[in-house]
């Protein structure tokens, strides 16, 4: 056994107010990109399907982004470390693999009973982390206009139209976020999270727990 990994320090999850109120007001702001979504595929023919995919190609990499900035929200680490002052995934996820191989959200079933909630394991799908951060370069490459050379070499194709993939990456986006948690290194800390709580009028809403000594 790795004595490195035995004598590995404890992280630990910020569970204070503030931090619960800005995770909940960032998955909210999932729910509505999503919702952005439904919104536009639902009603794709009355926009040419260059900007029905510019957006949803947008949306889906915002979406991505807030993933990996929840990461860093809920660690308790990581504050006073330069990567908070960044939002791209790659270097999100590098990080705080480097503090906490178990940072990723896992999707879970949360199962209420009288004074006890169970988490079971979710087997639908969801996005990994390594996919978050390859459909992030993929979707950045698709909101800029392009080169000079590209727009010659395109000209006249038709741009657009099939955005079903997008869609399924959304989906399973949503499927990771739906109702998930993240944990502390060791397990002894998790923050609990659902985007759409009916006991909190269809809002987000997050929780703290820790494992009892």
């Known amino acids: 056994m790795d004595v490195q990994n035995e004598e590995m320090v404890e992280t630990r999850l910020a569970g204070d107010e503030t931090t619960l109120r800005i995770y909940a007001d960032l998955m909210d702001e999932v729910r509505e990109r999503v919702a952005v979504i439904n919104s536009i595929t639902e009603n794709k023919m009355a926009w040419a399907n260059q900007f029905v995919e510019e957006v949803l190609y947008l949306q889906v990499r915002l979406l ?53 909630l169970h988490l079971d394991e979710y087997d639908g799908p969801s996005i990994t982390q390594s996919e978050l951060v390859q459909v992030w370069n993929q979707c950045g ?73």
């Open 64 to 116: 991505c982004e807030q993933v990996a900035i929840g990461c860093l929200i809920a660690h308790g680490d990581v504050p006073t470390r330069k990567i908070m002052k960044s939002y791209e995934p790659s270097k999100i996820m590098a990080a705080m693999e480097e503090l906490n191989p178990n940072f990723f959200p896992k999707p879970v079933k949360l199962i209420f009973s009288p004074g006890r």
């Open 141 to 213: 490459a698709k909101v800029h206009k392009g080169s000079a050379l590209k727009i010659r070499k395109n000209h006249g194709r038709q741009s657009g139209g099939d955005f079903q993939k997008t869609l399924d990456t959304a989906q399973k986006i949503i499927g990771l976020l739906q109702s998930h948690r993240i944990s502390s290194s060791q397990n002894s800390q998790h923050l609990i999270a659902v985007l759409a709580d009916t006991s909190n009028a269809g809002r987000a809403n997050v929780w703290f727990a820790e494992a009892p000594e």
